[in-house]
């Protein structure tokens, strides 16, 4: 069955097929409202479905959780999974796409030339989600997506299991009240963490306290509050890769010692916090490994080798273990106060 | 001006309009040479120049000098050149499509989507850069490519000097008979590193002693020969990355001391040739300040702000330091034999 033509598209879109050429190839000088709602149409029409388009023999890969401009590859999680998986798919014959965050927040996804999608961090209401299934491209998540469908694949670690783990990590350690610095996104990452971190705080009768993680802040000024006074923080679980070096920077502005004052965990993929003062715990999510099992499933799907949602029982979600690295950060001290 | 019709193409190839459109969809069954047939009359007739084109706002970046199945991927230096260019590109809100080693030797290039193409050691006769230049997609070279054109622009390393600096710290160090593994593609890296060698052999009074690298000698069998009986070389300057765990391993086998009876000096960018025993003096070329200005320059090109032939005396090829970092594998020692 051959896609819609731009007549089809025109008609029901109510344009001429001059306007819809131009929403579709990205040309002309139509408003942002008019693109889109040709794209849209087009997109319902089922222009785009893969039955008629060519391979093109290329995956992309993006991050959604934040669509703006933003640079995802500065993060080592991030930067190491898109490296293993061009090399994972290169092992195929695929070339890769990396997107940049931005595109996220735009409709070039209508149009966008790949075979299937890696799509990282995907949150709640994912636009380009909707915009890849509507077009029939084969998708998988790193990280379980904000909206599963029946028949979704996905790849992730088990990060309730690991929150746990740093949590009784910290408490052996001597830690009385465990702080958590987590995502302000949407995506699963950020609500597992969150939620794991609150069920253990219920469970051991203490109080949560989240501090949200902000990229900018090099100094973690967003520790501060928290780490003075009587009843400061006496650890912090930094669930996001700079997060550790924004508490090293925060402990040596407020004359606190670490571990002696203050314990620090932070997931994170970055060798260079085996080299900090103190060298700093982290919970390594094992990229190399979700990227491979990531592409292998994608290019299976592509090929036809991954079934619909009634095999997808049996496949299920990929879960890749994560790892404690314990540190001098973390090291078990008397507890504070 | 727009390009050529279907029927301007099948015209000129005595084809089909229905051929004509399989053989630039990659779609049907054509005949390989059919289907090139073809593509080279559409590419001569203009068909995919960027005047026509929507802006893709995607890069892509490729290794063309060997177009087999082999990982490029897996060598640390061009792993850090896609790392890092695909940061560069998203920090200017440009997608990255890395290719696979393979898609040199396909006609792919005829249609491939890109704004502008980042070609990493080129060689000589490279087909690719030939249907790239047809249809006007701007090239930056990473390495000076095999057939420079008026107007070409690249990054490279100083090859010339940075050699010659080798083979004087080898000399320094008490070497007497040092030999080269150099590559055997037509790249230009190759052929720098080798005439260089061979130059300061000349100038030395030395015979020129150069082994061919090959990524599946994993032990360095390629080695023994040379490394055996009285005229035996005291010295290896290994041009390519895996080279020198291939001396390493010759060396055992052999019941060699590094550096007492070899010394041994690889160019890579591989951190772990600072953990082997013994550290391996290494040669870094940089990759991530290459794959910066590369970017850099790309775009550039693509947004017409770098000019065309007559301008690029000014900016001229872009020439990023190498660097020498002497460890124990090429200590002083008294001079062998």
Chains 1, 2 share one sequence.
């Not at 819609?4 to 598209?9: A, F, G, S, V």
């Not at 669509?67 to 991030?78: D, G, K, L, Q, V």
């Not at 998986?85 to 070039?108: I, N, Q, V």
């Not at 314990?326 to 090291?331: A, G």
């Amino acid at each position: 069955m051959p896609g819609p033509t731009l007549t089809d598209i025109a008609r029901a879109a109510e344009v001429s097929t001059a306007t819809v050429s131009h929403a579709l190839n990205g040309t002309g000088r139509l408003g942002g409202a008019t693109r889109r709602r040709v794209r849209e149409t087009a997109t319902a029409l089922g222009y785009g479905i893969r039955r008629t388009a060519p391979r093109t023999r290329t995956l992309g890969i993006a991050v959604t959780t934040f669509p703006t401009a933003w640079n995802y590859t500065e993060i080592a999680y991030f930067s190491r999974v898109v490296t293993a998986a061009t090399s994972a798919a290169h092992e195929r014959g695929y070339a890769l796409t990396a997107l940049p965050a931005a595109r996220a927040g735009d409709d070039s996804w209508h149009t966008l030339a790949v075979d299937g999608m890696l799509i990282m961090d995907s949150p709640r209401g994912d636009p380009m989600v909707t915009a890849l299934r509507a077009r029939g491209i084969p998708l998988v998540f790193d990280g379980a997506p904000g909206d599963p469908h029946a028949g979704d694949h996905w790849v992730d670690n088990d990060h309730e299991a690991t929150t746990r783990e740093v949590l009784d990590h910290l408490a052996a350690s001597g830690a009385r009240r465990i702080a958590l610095q987590s995502g302000n996104g949407d995506e699963h990452y950020a609500r597992t963490v969150t939620a794991a971190y609150t069920t253990w705080c219920a469970e051991h009768g203490a109080d949560p306290l989240v501090v949200p993680f902000d990229v900018t802040d090099a100094e973690g000024k967003a520790f501060d509050a928290l780490l003075r006074g009587p009843d400061r923080a006496d650890a912090v679980y930094a669930a996001y890769d700079p997060g550790g070096r924004q508490l090293l920077a925060a402990a040596a502005r407020l004359a606190l010692r670490v571990p002696g004052d203050l314990r620090v965990v932070c997931a994170s993929e970055d060798p260079g916090y085996a080299l900090t003062r103190p060298p700093v715990t982290t919970v390594t999510l094992a990229p190399e490994r979700t990227a491979r099992a990531a592409v292998a499933l994608l290019v299976d799907l592509v090929e036809g080798r991954a079934g619909p949602a009634s095999e997808t029982a049996q496949r299920g979600p990929v879960v890749v273990p994560a790892a404690l690295v314990p540190r001098d950060s973390s090291r078990a001290q008397p507890a504070a106060g």
